[in-house]
């Protein structure tokens, strides 16, 4: 059995960085204004990790009006979907990320964003993705006000035959 759950998280900028997504560090001269980290990427995980389990979102378990997580590391979110799978019988099978931004430029840090998002999942860094888009100059994104996160995952059962399909560190 798999479930397939979807998460999407935007963020607008703001002056200042450092820029983090996917629990990595850009040096750039503007983060995402959020009241966790606003780690877009890491919301979307946890948001599409919740969605297929059926479990609400991101905002029900970690909801904006609880001062505990004013500035949080978006990697307890994460965590804590994963915790809640694996209390289920389930486990993540693989991620695909795909981020939304003007600038900065990505691709020279795809690697790490893999790399960190399977650590949190406890899964291969072959079973994530993570690509990024620009929107071709059109809407807010375009304008570089924010930029978006959209995040896809499979969970299987650990629980039934055939349920672990290799993907652990």
């Known amino acids: 059995m798999a479930r397939i759950g979807l998460g999407y998280d935007s963020h607008r900028f ?19 204004a959020g009241h966790s980290d606003g780690d877009a990427v890491l919301h979307a995980v946890t948001d599409a990790v919740l969605g297929a389990m059926a479990a609400g979102d991101i905002g029900e378990l970690f909801p904006d009006s609880d001062p505990r997580w004013r500035g949080a590391d978006s990697a307890v979110f994460i965590r804590r979907a994963a915790e809640l799978a694996d209390q ?12 939304l931004t003007e600038l900065p430029m ?14 949190l999942l406890g899964i291969a860094i072959e079973a994530v993705s ?8 059109m809407g807010a994104i375009g304008r570089g006000e924010g930029l978006a996160a959209m995040a896809i995952v499979m969970l299987t059962r650990t629980d039934q035959p055939g349920g672990d399909d290799g993907n652990r560190q």
């Open 14 to 32: 703001a002056a200042g960085g450092p820029l983090v997504l996917a629990g990595v560090r850009i040096d750039h001269d503007r983060h995402l």
């Open 88 to 99: 289920r019988g389930c486990r993540v099978g693989n991620c695909d990320v795909t981020i």
């Open 106 to 119: 990505l691709s020279p840090h795809r690697q790490r964003m893999r790399g960190r998002i399977a650590e």
């Open 130 to 137: 993570v690509k990024a888009k620009t929107a071709e100059s």
